[in-house]
């Protein structure tokens, strides 16, 4: 009724918005943190808002906060952290029950920040990074240690497989000779049984054989030459003929031999010549004693060419000394040095002539100089 009733309050109907400052709130296992949030809320019943409760949105701030602590002191820093949904829910569920008669409806609590302090979270980034290390340290030796049972396994595998392998060689081997054996055995007899009959080509055959055989393993050996080097391959057959001859006169009972014979063999390798061996067992020095022979040989008989070539010997075993070169380069040295001092000391040889002349010349000139005036 106008100028009887008024209105008490006015109250916003819509969905608000009340922001919760930041407080410090101890964790079960100790640790400080600080939080804020922000609330929503929507009036439903005015009266209620209005006559129930006296300063609505401080009420609604002081049980806010009053349920934040609650909450999350209830809770350890890690879950704290890591189940920030269940707080919202949690915290809204207890404010919207508790701000039920005042007409009012909590329609959403949200946890906007959640800051440790900064030793916690350096130790926090310490733990995570220790918890990292030990998972590479445990994934690294769990690679190690399948690496190291695989390279077992294949080595295991390899002497297996090595061991079976050396065992069937062997198998095959001692098979090998058995029939190498046997087929000699049967040769053997097969001789025999033609000797025993009688059958003289069977033995010239058999020694033949053999003395090829023996002849082709030195002939194809590395550290010998050939025994017969110019005869070609006529020597070893006629060889064994004398053996067969041997044999034929032991067959006849004409022959009894006292031991094995062996062909003469020639010598192994070519004669050296006499110059070589005399310089490879001097070595260097064998110039020296040539020089000095040659200059010798010059005092004795003055006026040759052994000076030049006693200095060419003394020359080249002074290269010797220095440079290892092989006897045939240092024979060529010497008779190039021979060639060239012998040209040099003919050249200084005509000077010296040919001043002697000059010098005698001046002096029969003075001479006649000199007796003209006297007279």
């Not at 049972?149 to 000779?177: H, N, P, T, V």
Request: net charge neutral.
């Amino acid at each position: 009724m106008p100028f009887i009733d008024r209105v008490g309050h006015k109250l916003n109907m819509m969905e608000q918005v009340l922001d919760v400052p930041t407080q410090e709130v101890i964790t079960r296992d100790n640790a400080s943190v600080s939080a804020d949030g922000v609330t929503f809320y929507q009036v439903l019943d005015a009266a209620r808002a209005a006559y129930e409760v006296l300063g609505l949105q401080n009420a609604i701030l002081n049980l806010t906060m009053t349920n934040i602590r609650s909450v999350m002191g209830s809770m350890d820093l890690d879950s704290l952290l890591s189940n920030r949904d269940e707080i919202n829910a949690q915290i809204l569920r207890v404010v919207d029950a508790a701000a039920e008669p005042w007409g009012i409806k909590i329609t959403r609590i949200e946890i906007k920040d959640i800051n440790p302090p900064r030793d916690l979270v350096d130790a926090m980034g310490r733990q995570m990074k220790a918890e990292r290390e030990k998972r590479a340290f445990i994934l690294e030796a769990e690679g190690k240690r399948q690496s190291e049972i695989l390279k077992a396994e294949g080595q295991k595998q390899s002497l297996i497989l090595e061991a079976e392998g050396r065992r069937e060689s062997a198998f095959r081997d001692a098979e090998a000779r058995e029939r190498e054996a046997e087929a000699e055995a049967n040769a053997t007899r097969m001789v025999s049984e033609a000797i025993a009959s009688g059958n003289v080509q069977a033995i010239n055959y058999f020694v033949a054989t053999k003395y090829v055989d023996a002849f082709k393993e030195l002939a194809t050996s590395r550290n010998q030459k050939n025994p017969y080097p110019a005869d070609g391959g006529n020597r070893p057959v006629g060889r064994a003929n004398g053996h067969r001859s041997d044999c034929q006169g032991s067959l006849r009972g004409e022959w009894q031999p006292a031991g094995v014979r062996h062909p003469q063999h020639g010598p192994i390798g070519w004669r050296q010549p006499v110059i070589e061996s005399t310089i490879r067992a001097l070595g260097p020095w064998s110039w020296f004693v040539l020089g000095l022979f040659l200059l010798g040989l010059e005092i004795l008989a003055p006026g040759t060419i052994f000076l030049w070539f006693g200095l060419s010997a003394l020359a080249v075993g002074l290269i010797a000394l220095v440079f290892d070169f092989s006897w045939q380069v240092d024979v060529s040295l010497f008779v190039l040095l021979s060639v060239v001092s012998l040209l040099i000391g003919r050249r200084l040889m005509r000077q010296l002539v040919s001043e002697k002349k000059e010098t005698r010349g001046s002096i029969s000139v003075a001479a006649a100089m000199s007796a003209g005036s006297s007279r």
